[in-house]
């Protein structure tokens, strides 16, 4: 028998999902693979740039200001990251982490949350362990094969093309705040 869904803009998700989405209070988010295509491009001075959608910062932006936490919890250490971050309203920035739980049990703290209430998307061997420790484990349509299969959802958008975007999307919908509103596309 097929499970009850609920249709949305990146297709049909299970009730029970949809329903886990309804608790979501913070967000924690990789960096390299979600917000960006996980392409690190380096100039011959050794500067590093990286490409970050408008569409992920719009939704950053949305969950804020609808109540929800975003945090970025990343292995490498970028001014840009930093700086991006900074102007999405993003307070939460690890960067140089290791230790991936140890900070995503520190956000926990910080915000008296249980899993339950925490989201935690990432594309790689070393998001696993907080994809699988929260209450929603996320994955961009092109995270490694075993990280996808670690999540409870898998996004339709790709890394850097609106993984973000859908989950904050699909958060906001769920809580009754998705509004289609003007604004500046960051």
């Not at 140089?96 to 140890?102: A, I, N």
């Not at 998001?127 to 996808?148: C, F, K, T, Y």
Request: glycine share 10%; aromatic share 6%; with cysteine.
């Amino acid at each position: 028998m097929a499970q009850p869904t609920v249709s949305t803009w990146y297709g049909e998700i299970s009730e029970s999902l949809f329903a886990s989405l309804q608790d979501i209070k913070l967000v924690i988010c990789d960096v390299d693979g979600v917000f960006s295509d996980g392409r690190i491009y380096l100039g011959n001075a050794g500067e590093e740039l990286k490409a970050f959608h408008t569409r992920d910062g719009f939704g950053v932006k949305a969950l804020i200001n609808n109540g929800v936490q975003v945090a970025v919890v990343t292995g490498r250490s970028s001014t840009i990251v930093e700086q991006r971050m900074q102007a999405l309203g993003v307070t939460d920035i690890f960067q140089g982490t290791t230790e991936k739980l140890k900070v995503y049990q520190q956000l926990a703290e910080k915000y008296q949350l249980e899993d339950h209430a925490i989201a935690s998307i990432g594309d790689d061997v070393p998001d696993v362990v907080m994809i699988q420790r929260a209450g929603l484990g996320v994955a961009p349509q092109d995270a490694h094969p075993w990280v996808q299969q670690q999540a409870d959802y898998v996004t339709s958008m790709r890394g850097g093309f609106g993984a973000v975007r859908e989950l904050s999307d699909l958060i906001l919908l769920s809580q009754g705040h998705l509004q289609l509103q003007g604004g500046v596309s960051l």
